[in-house]
């Protein structure tokens, strides 16, 4: 299969189960209530996360939360095998990064895979009432230039989240929220939340919603990332 | 061979009287000319305007002052031609006329030259190139009739023509330092010697063959003035009643083929002095919705000191555009680009954030992990990217191969307090692992000499510190692994 195309959204995807009983839910004329998230998604770079997400990644288009206790506990390093495959591709749109709180390092975005020329970094000053950087996220996720779009928030109203995902949606772009561990306690419209924390050598994630997948927590570690290319030639 | 079309203009005049003294160069037979094409009375003359100040080895080809003074110029005729680095021509029988002759034509032109404060030198010559070599004489020449020309410019000096050095110094050593001497070659042997291009310089010099010259016609610009029927001070009646305008302008950039890159939008108040509103676009545009969309961005973070009363739209210089087609493939899909939605993006972002607020990184290859990256604008690194990376250190990206370094860097390194020798951060630190030393950077007076350490703190965070090797051997905070 082309790792590229969209994978079907068998979740989480069972290798062990009989290839007659695959052959026979993979039939188009058969629904099964379980896999709402039919939907595109990107490998995480992590095989034991890509078994607990919906549809085996993280979803092409669509909000998704990332809630660690603190800033700095690993929430990036979680996003980065994805970002830096999305990156790669020869027709790799912008990766956007919105107001991030400290300056990235360029040296190890670039050890870690990520090409440069394809991420763009966007210091929105808030000028008046509304706030710069969600209304920054919320142009380029609907801009439909860019494969991921980043930010840090730590107060998002709900009706500005659904903006969020809608402009995700129409932007055909990840949009990946970081916000505080409280805010966990808010309602959100994101098509994923995840709590994050640190453990020596990786961290715990713990998903808190998962539209069409299942709720549970695992253990990673950033030693099992795998390094492959979106793109099978 | 037939005539060309620009002979009423450019056509050589008529052959020297009998009564000048015939050269010994022999003339080219005007086989094709009818004889009598051009009458007397409309053979061309010209004036030649020399403006000292912009010759020199160092002067580009053509100057921002040379296009204003032949702007200018285009008052006293139409046809005004450009002689770059430092010439201007304009064809004036039918001008003379107009300011009493040759006299109160100089006084003219000498006139305007003086408000923009330039001294020129100007001759008269019924050929294009004799009328440059004619104010490069160093004295005055004004030769209105064709007979007179060929011994008008007998004695001046042969460096007049601006012949590359080296034929000036062959010339030299045959003896010859005037044009009058040149003119007295033969001209078989001088061709043959000097090229047949000098030959057709001389040529044109006494009008003997034809000397096209283009036609220099000003840029043309964008300029609309719109008063509103009502005073408004809000930004939608603002951006409604500048539709009409950007309309306008995008049928004139269409019509050209070609884009703008800067609009500046001028509000008029009743008391107060003009508010001005720029735009700069990335890329060549004329597409009036666009455009109306980028300055409504714009629009809305203007403050207005008081209603409007008349708004004016003026467009920077027309450039040409590069026209791109639609791809087949949706952006981001295999195959396919998405450079155009990418450029209007970061358009949208920078009209309403700054220009400075959007960039790219780019590698250094420098140790020291302040200098190993900058900031460059979108764009400006895709070209950087492209050049082949250096064949030794850097990898393919040109990022030094070191240890693994944080996701996140302090723009400023934090001082952290210690504690018995060990450095604090909201708690107890524990340091893991071996130090790294950094100890580089003493040619450019930003030198550093430090020891790095991991860390974790108590919230389980992975920290980059360093220690000044230099005493009072200070800690620092200065990345976060993320």
């Known amino acids: ?233 | 061979m037939r005539a060309p079309r620009t002979i009423d203009l450019f056509a050589p005049a008529d052959l020297p009287a009998r009564s000048a003294p015939r050269p010994a160069v022999q003339p080219v037979a005007p086989r094709a000319l009818p004889p009598r094409a051009i009458q007397p009375s409309r053979a061309p003359l010209w004036l030649g305007v020399h403006v000292p100040e912009l010759s020199g080895p160092g002067q580009p080809g053509t100057s921002r002052a040379l296009l204003v003074l032949a702007a200018r110029a285009q008052r006293f005729t139409p046809r005004v031609s450009l002689a770059p680095p430092d010439g201007v021509l304009l064809e004036v029988r039918s001008s003379l006329h107009l300011f009493g002759g040759v006299e109160g034509l100089c006084a003219a032109l000498l006139g305007e030259c003086a408000e923009l404060k330039r001294t020129v030198t100007l001759a008269f010559a019924p050929t294009p190139l004799a009328a440059l070599v004619g104010t490069r004489a160093q004295r005055p020449f004004r030769v209105l009739d064709a007979a007179q020309l060929t011994g008008s410019l007998a004695p001046v000096p042969v460096t007049a023509l601006r012949w590359p050095q080296e034929t000036i110094e062959r010339l030299a050593c045959l003896g010859v330092r005037t044009i009058g001497q040149v003119l007295r070659l033969p001209r078989a042997g001088f061709a043959q010697r000097f090229g047949t291009m000098r030959l057709t310089d001389l040529d044109r010099l006494v009008g003997r063959a034809s000397d096209p010259r283009e036609r220099f016609e000003a840029p043309a610009r964008f300029r609309r003035r719109r008063e509103l029927s009502y005073e408004s001070a809000s930004h939608a009646q603002l951006a409604a009643a500048l539709r009409p305008l950007l309309a306008e302008l995008g049928d004139f950039l269409t019509a050209r083929q070609c884009g703008v890159l800067a609009l500046e939008c001028l509000f008029w108040h009743r008391r107060h002095a003009p508010t001005r509103c720029e735009l700069r676009l990335g890329e060549p545009q004329a597409d009036a919705q666009r455009l109306a969309q980028l300055l409504d961005e714009r629009l809305r973070t203007l403050a207005l000191p008081e209603p409007v009363r008349a708004c004016e739209l003026r467009a920077g210089l027309p450039v040409a555009r590069r026209l791109h087609s639609a791809g087949l493939w949706q952006p981001g899909e295999r195959g396919g680009r998405a450079e155009a939605s990418g450029i209007e993006l970061i358009e949208r972002l920078r009209v309403r954030l700054g220009e400075e607020a959007i960039e790219t990184l780019q590698l250094v290859p420098d140790h020291r992990p302040e200098a190993a990256w900058c900031r460059a604008a979108p764009g400006a690194s895709a070209a950087a990217a492209s050049a082949p990376p250096p064949q030794d250190g850097p990898d393919a990206q040109g990022a030094l191969r070191t240890a693994p370094r944080p996701l996140w860097l302090l723009p400023v390194p934090r001082r952290l307090p210690q504690h018995g020798g060990l450095p604090r951060y909201r708690g107890t630190l524990h340091l893991e692992g071996e130090p790294e030393r950094i100890e580089t950077g003493w040619w450019d007076g930003r030198d550093v000499a430090r020891d790095y350490y991991n860390a974790r703190d108590v919230h389980g965070r992975r920290l980059w510190l360093y220690r000044e090797r230099e005493r009072p051997h200070r800690w620092f905070l200065h990345g976060v692994y993320g």
């Open chain 1, 1 to 233: 299969m082309n790792a590229d195309s969209p994978r079907s959204g068998l979740a989480p995807s069972r290798p062990q189960t009989d290839p007659r009983l695959e052959r026979l839910l993979s039939h188009p004329a058969l629904w099964r209530a379980g896999a709402a998230a039919r939907a595109p998604v990107w490998p995480s770079g992590f095989a034991s996360l890509d078994e607990g997400l919906p549809g085996g990644g993280w979803p092409r288009s669509g909000l998704i939360e990332i809630l660690p206790a603190r800033f700095g506990q690993g929430e990036l390093q979680l996003m980065l095998p994805a970002l830096a495959a999305l990156t790669a591709r020869p027709e790799a749109r912008w990766c956007v990064w919105v107001k991030p709180p400290l300056q990235p390092f360029a040296p190890a975005l670039a050890s870690s895979g990520m090409t440069l020329t394809r991420v763009l970094i966007v210091r929105a000053t808030d000028r008046g009432r509304r706030p710069a950087a969600l209304w920054a996220f919320e142009q380029a996720l609907g801009s439909g230039a860019c494969d991921s779009v980043l930010t840090w928030a730590r107060h998002a109203p709900v009706r500005q989240l659904r903006r969020l995902q809608l402009a995700a949606q129409r932007g055909n772009a990840l949009g990946i929220l970081f916000r505080p561990r409280e805010s966990a306690r808010e309602s959100s419209p994101a098509m994923l939340r995840v709590a994050l924390e640190p453990r020596r050598g990786g961290a715990r994630v713990t998903l808190l919603k998962s539209r069409g997948g299942t709720l549970g927590a695992l253990d990673l570690t950033w030693e099992a990332i795998r390094r492959e290319p979106l793109e099978a030639s």
